[in-house]
């Protein structure tokens, strides 16, 4: 059987990616630790999700760290204080050079294991200049050449709507993924941008919203 790195957040997209993939592949979850505001509740969440599909292809999280505050600086993202709240336009959750960090980091750790392929829940949505398709084509072909290690990166969300991988996927305990930004209590605020995608994702989806939030908007 294949083997697969899969770059997992606790997110409903990695998570539903997780899953997909291991029906027919070993996948290797990896968890980028960065230093950011909400990653405890994400890993835990990321376990929860695991624990429940029960699935024997997928093995362990391994936990990679790649502090980022030297980056950012007193950023929202590091600082968890003036996450973008449920009205903010999507380009203000944007993290400079996410996947840039995220895939580079992957791909070694996939180099010393003898992994080749990795995969990335990025939907057709994601607007950022590191989640297009001429990206990811253009790293992973640097990323090889500098490894020398064959290194592929696969995207099959690309072209689907959060809702539509909603729509497909309504069979998955998809309510023990998180995808908020200014977790309360280990779950989702409710007020953030994040909160906000999920909840109309299920609306324009039109599957039963199971997720738990502090404080639910009305839609």
Not at 1 to 17: H, I, K, N, R, T
Not at 78 to 90: I, K, M, T
Not at 100 to 118: E, F, P, Q, Y
Not at 166 to 176: A, F, G, R, V, Y
Request: proline share 6%; with cysteine; net charge negative.
């Amino acid at each position: 059987m294949d083997a697969v790195a899969v770059l997992a957040s606790g997110g409903m997209d990695s998570c539903v990616l997780l899953s997909d993939l291991a029906e027919d592949a070993n996948v290797s979850p990896l968890y980028v630790k960065k230093g950011l505001a909400w990653e405890d509740a994400e890993l835990a969440a990321l376990v929860t999700f695991i624990g429940a599909l029960g699935n024997p292809n997928i093995g362990p999280v391994t936990t990679l760290k790649l502090p980022v505050k030297d980056i950012y600086g007193k950023h929202w993202s590091v600082s968890g204080e003036g996450a973008p709240e449920y009205d903010a336009p999507d380009n203000a959750v944007y993290l400079p050079g996410r996947n840039v960090l995220l895939i580079g980091l992957s791909a070694v750790w996939c180099s010393t294991h003898k992994i080749h392929r990795i995969a990335i829940g990025s939907l057709g949505s994601n607007p950022f200049p590191d989640a297009t398709p001429t990206f990811f084509e253009s790293y992973t072909a640097s990323l090889s050449q500098g490894l020398s290690h064959r290194i592929t990166l696969e995207a099959p969300y690309r072209g689907m709507t959060k809702s539509e991988l909603i729509k497909t996927h309504s069979h998955l305990p998809l309510e023990l993924t998180l995808t908020c930004m200014a977790p309360t209590g280990g779950g989702h605020c409710g007020n953030c941008n994040k909160c906000r995608e999920r909840q109309e994702a299920f609306v324009e989806a039109a599957v039963q919203d199971r997720t738990s939030y502090a404080k639910r908007q009305e839609q």
